[in-house]
Antibody, heavy 121, light 111 residues
Framework: DVQLLESGGGLVQPGGSLRLSCAAS????????MSWVRQAPGKGLEWVSS????????YYADSVKGRFTISRDNSKNTLYLQMNNLRAEDTAVYYC??????????????WGQGTLVTVSS | QSALTQPPSASGSPGQSVTISCTGT?????????VSWYQQHPGKAPKLFIY???KRPSGVPDRFSGSKSGNTASLTVSGLQAEDEADYYC???????????FGGGTKLTVL
């Protein structure tokens, strides 16, 4: 079974930093693009960032470009999201998902259980 | 404001059919056949239910079907069951600038 397990969420002050991790199992991690999607409390889904299997291509939503960095360690089957200069509007549950945002295979499946990031003073 | 427009709510009685719409533009839904639908139960992670407009992943009941006409995609749930009560989100590829956009979600209630 494919499993994705996020960690690293928590409470952080505005302007602070946080690194999320997503441990993957049940599939050949290095062969698949991975993504982060977030959901603010009571709101809809918002794509955040995606990375290719070999890390050569990364994409970001305009709302996080320049503040967030996606990366992966294929030797550890782990996906990361480094979040800097956090703002109140970044408060959300962050999901990692197997999937890509390019013009092929443009869907997310499966998703992890999510980790909550709260940005507040 | 979400890029794709969905009705906030939909409802139907057990056994009935209900259709949820997802309206985009010629920059996303109207041009690309990469519309996906996700089901999300409260407090749970989203689950892929439809991809590439009308394809169902393994394990998704065939009561769920997807279609597209022009700038509007649709998810139809036939033979409604209590466990279908959930939030449903559509998404679409939106080109090499925006990549993927989501709808605001539709809360489906089984009466």
């Amino acid at each position: 079974d494919v499993q994705l397990l996020e960690s690293g969420g928590g409470l952080v002050q505005p302007g602070g930093s946080l690194r999320l991790s997503c441990a993957a199992s049940g599939f050949t991690f290095r062969s698949y693009a991975m993504s982060w999607v977030r959901q603010a409390p009571g709101k809809g889904l918002e794509w955040v960032s995606s990375i290719s299997g070999s890390s050569t291509v990364t994409y970001y939503a305009d709302s996080v470009k320049g503040r967030f960095t996606i990366s992966r360690d294929n030797s550890k089957n782990t996906l990361y999201l480094q979040m800097n200069n956090l703002r109140a509007e970044d408060t959300a549950v962050y999901y990692c998902a197997k999937g890509w945002v390019g013009p092929t295979n443009n869907w997310f499946d499966p998703w992890g259980q999510g980790t909550l990031v709260t940005v507040s003073s | 404001q979400s890029a794709l427009t969905q009705p906030p709510s939909a409802s139907g009685s057990p056994g009935q059919s209900v259709t949820i719409s997802c309206t985009g533009t010629s920059s996303d839904v109207g041009t690309y056949n990469y519309v996906s639908w996700y089901q999300q139960h409260p407090g749970k992670a989203p689950k892929l239910f439809i991809y590439e407009v009308s394809k169902r992943p393994s394990g998704v009941p065939d009561r769920f079907s997807g279609s597209k006409s022009g700038n509007t995609a649709s998810l139809t749930v036939s033979g409604l069951q209590a466990e279908d009560e959930a939030d449903y989100y559509c998404s679409s590829y939106a080109g090499s600038n925006n990549f993927v956009v989501f709808g605001g979600g539709t809360k489906l209630t089984v009466l």
